[in-house]
């Protein structure tokens, strides 16, 4: 039961002293939430840890406690360390969506697994997962509750900010009750949800501004405009001075449009590697396309690589979607 998958997780870091805190490549909102969210619970055990990730934490997330203090594998600030007999991995629906951190992780390492995907395959020795919860951060609230942690303003922004950003600032179907009921607590901590909303859902960069505009001069549909696409190419990235988290939200102009069903973006990395972005607006589950394509997800929100010429993906994936219609 979740119950006990509960006390399974609080019982296994109980158990070890030392851990390595992990969630995915590229880092959203639920991600970094969810890594310095255990960190705090680690502090609060007097617990020794080290927080990671693959990739730069995205500047707008750097207002969260303790996020300046997660090293960033791709600056090099892993080189040289021991790895890690205890990991602690958030977010992340399989071990390898913590990428390159896996060269710091011990062959024989124990891993407690907290995640909310239903692609989740439940790796680890422990696999605390909830398909229906709407952010891991709802699962780490649940978990300070059950182990009857008292919570403070700052790690009540914290888990607030992974709720808000994972249901698009509870507005998808994922925002449920329960979500509602939590977000309720987590503002009577004193939490400034419409500061953190202005930020992190409706203030737009100047490159993120140029990057859209890009983006949609290269809209483009199929399936009696059911299906809708935009692409971003390195150069774009390059003219525009944009990174990576000036990609957040760019998916959802081809999924709003009205009539359409499944919305993507497709960002070629380099020449061979294309990242996709699926949403959908109405029944198709696209995580069941994203598998195709061994990425996963959610069922209205997914996403995978291709490693394909940009026109080849772009075309592979559409045929995907085509036939899921
Ligand atoms: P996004 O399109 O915002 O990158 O991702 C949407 C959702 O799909 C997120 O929940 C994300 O974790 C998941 N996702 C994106 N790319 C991949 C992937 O390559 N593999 C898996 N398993 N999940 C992915
Ligand atoms: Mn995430
Ligand atoms: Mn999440």
């Known amino acids: 039961s979740y119950a ?31 890594t310095v969210a255990i960190g705090w619970l680690l502090s609060q055990w007097n ?26 594998a791709e600056q090099g600030h892993l080189k040289e360390r021991e790895p890690f007999q205890a990991v602690i991995c958030v977010d992340c629906a399989d071990y390898a969506r913590i990428g390159s951190i896996s060269d710091w992780v011990a062959p024989n390492a124990h891993i407690l697994n907290i ?37 403070s303003n700052e790690i009540a ?8 950003t994972d249901t698009g600032g509870f507005r998808y179907s994922n925002t449920t009750p329960h979500v509602m009921e ?6 009577a901590y004193g939490v400034k949800g419409n500061v953190i909303a202005e930020r992190l859902l409706e203030a737009i960069s100047k490159p993120q501004m140029n990057l859209i505009q890009r983006g949609l001069s290269r809209l483009s549909y199929a399936s009696d405009e059911r299906i809708a696409w935009l692409y971003i190419t390195p150069e774009d990235m390059q003219q525009t001075g944009a990174s990576n988290e000036d990609l957040e939200g760019l998916v959802n102009y081809p999924r709003n449009i009205e009539g359409v069903e499944v919305g993507l973006l497709f960002k070629e990395v380099i020449p061979g590697r294309v990242k996709v972005s699926m949403r959908s607006a109405g029944d198709i589950n696209v995580a069941a396309i994203a598998q195709i394509f061994d990425g996963g997800g ?17 075309q592979a994936v559409v045929e995907q979607v085509k036939q899921t219609l």
Do not use: W
Request: glycine fraction near 4%.
């Open 182 to 187: 939590i977000a309720s607590k987590l503002l």
């Open 47 to 72: 617990k020794s840890f080290t927080m990671v990730n693959a990739n730069e934490v995205p500047s707008k997330l750097m207002f969260l406690s303790k996020a300046d203090e997660i090293l960033v």
């Open 298 to 314: 959610h069922v209205k929100a997914a996403g995978c690589t291709v490693h394909l010429p940009l026109e080849e993906a772009i």
């Open 115 to 151: 995640d909310h995907h239903p692609t989740n395959d439940r790796y680890g020795d422990v696999a605390l997962i909830r398909e229906d919860a709407a952010a891991t951060a709802e699962i780490l609230f649940d978990l300070f509750d059950r182990g009857v942690i008292p919570l």
């Open 157 to 164: 922004t914290i888990l607030y900010t992974g709720l808000l």
């Open 4 to 34: 006990h998958d509960l006390d399974r997780a609080l019982t296994f870091i109980q158990k070890h002293d030392q851990f390595l805190v992990v969630a995915h490549v590229n880092p959203d909102g639920d991600a970094i939430s969810s």
